[in-house]
């Protein structure tokens, strides 16, 4: 079983809506892997889903788990099969955090689409219409990728 790992800026916005959007992708498509997500920062340790965040899954009928966000370790690196980053900035913190990459297991999500980029934080921006979008593509094109290479 694959274990995939999201990873934002403080694990309340972008990190968990993935790790919800892929385990709910992942069922409809009878893949089995595991999804969770952490921050690169301590700012939000222990909170839960930022509310807008909660109210956007719930609309779109995705289910939610009982997070509460964490920062990213050392180990997570070694326990996790594929880290994804939101934007450039996490990456760069997440290399720290690790001690480097030498094993590729580092990217943006939606470096394997169409038209690569940031997920922009939507705790900034207030669209979490377009935070969901993104995040469904990232997680599309990831399961697209886990089938090619199983």
Same mark, same amino acid.
């Given at each position: 079983m694959r274990k995939i790992l999201f990873v934002c800026h403080g694990n309340i916005c972008r990190s968990p809506m993935a790790a919800c959007i892929l385990r709910q992708m992942a069922k *409809? =498509?009878?893949?089995?892997?595991? $999804? /969770?997500?952490? %921050?690169?920062? =301590?700012?939000e340790i222990g909170n839960p889903i930022y509310p807008p965040a909660r109210r956007k899954l719930k609309a779109e009928g995705i289910p939610l788990d009982d997070h509460r966000a964490r920062q990213?370790? =050392?180990? /997570?690196? *070694? $326990?996790? /099969?594929?880290?994804? $980053?939101? /934007?450039? %900035?996490?990456? =760069?913190?997440m290399v720290r955090i690790a001690g480097g990459d030498p094993q590729g297991k580092i990217a943006r999500l939606l470096d394997d689409t169409p038209h690569p980029r940031d997920i922009a934080d939507p705790w900034y921006t207030g669209d979490f219409d377009a935070t969901y979008r993104d995040l469904t593509e990232g997680c599309a094109a990831l399961l697209d990728r886990l089938a090619q290479n199983p």
């Open positions: *409809e =498509r009878g893949v089995s892997l595991s $999804a /969770d997500s952490a %921050a690169t920062s =301590r700012e990213m370790t =050392r180990a /997570d690196y *070694e $326990a996790y /099969d594929l880290l994804f $980053a939101m /934007d450039a %900035a996490n990456i =760069r913190n």
